[in-house]
């Protein structure tokens, strides 16, 4: 190794050892946790399941996203000033943009922000765009507003995220409205 990727192999591990589950909060994983908590994203990326005085957190699947095993049904039609419905436990919206499933923001490599980077989630925050790149990320889902934070703050979320016990969720890709699907034609429907 030549004394750059060893600089770099050694601040690589640095960092995954600092976030990495079970270890003492850091005052930054701390703000993200703030950040998280106050943000409202459990209400959600967090199932709930219900307790004795309605809706709960399901702390077992804290951040998990929408169970991968809930199928969901068409949404029902809706009139206007109406504009969105969610299911129970509110990890799926139905919408103009079809259904939206919340993502899974364990640190799962396979199925959640596992393989993501630091900037990855930056980029996703700043551009509302999956990795920043691909797909838009769909609404109710405020990254308009989440990406407004500085910096700092949103590195910090990230770096709390990272300390979550890992929840294995893969969470389903958003379904297109059915005017999409229907006006399509029949090669959309496979």
């Given amino acids: 190794m030549t004394p750059k990727t060893t600089l770099l192999a050694a601040l690589s591990m640095s960092s995954?050892?600092?976030?990495?589950?079970?270890?003492a909060p850091t005052a930054q994983v701390k703000r993200g946790e703030y950040l998280v908590s106050f943000g409202g994203c459990h209400d959600c990326h967090t199932p709930k399941k219900m307790g004795p005085k309605g809706p709960e957190l399901d702390n077992e699947r804290?951040?998990?996203?929408?169970?991968?095993?809930?199928?969901?049904?068409p949404a029902p039609a809706l009139e206007a000033p109406w504009l969105a419905a969610t299911v129970g436990n509110m990890t799926a919206w139905s919408g103009p943009?079809?259904?939206?499933?919340a993502a899974n923001l364990t640190p799962d490599r396979e199925t959640?922000?596992?393989?993501w980077?630091?900037?990855?989630f930056v980029d996703t925050m700043r551009t509302g765009?999956?990795?920043?790149?691909?797909?838009?990320?769909l609404p109710p889902m405020p990254w308009q507003m989440v990406g407004k934070l500085?910096?700092?703050?949103?590195?910090a979320v990230f770096a709390y995220l990272r300390t979550l016990p890992t929840v294995k969720n893969r969470v389903p890709q958003p379904t297109p409205p059915a005017s999409a699907s229907a006006s399509a034609?029949?090669?959309a429907a496979k």
């Fill in 16 to 23: 995954l050892a600092l976030a990495a589950p079970g270890t």
């Fill in 62 to 73: 804290r951040l998990s996203g929408h169970p991968e095993q809930m199928a969901v049904t």
């Fill in 97 to 101: 943009w079809g259904i939206r499933y």
């Fill in 112 to 115: 959640g922000l596992g393989s």
């Fill in 117 to 120: 980077t630091e900037q990855n």
């Fill in 129 to 137: 765009r999956h990795m920043g790149r691909g797909r838009p990320i």
């Fill in 150 to 155: 500085d910096d700092q703050d949103l590195k």
């Fill in 185 to 187: 034609g029949p090669a």
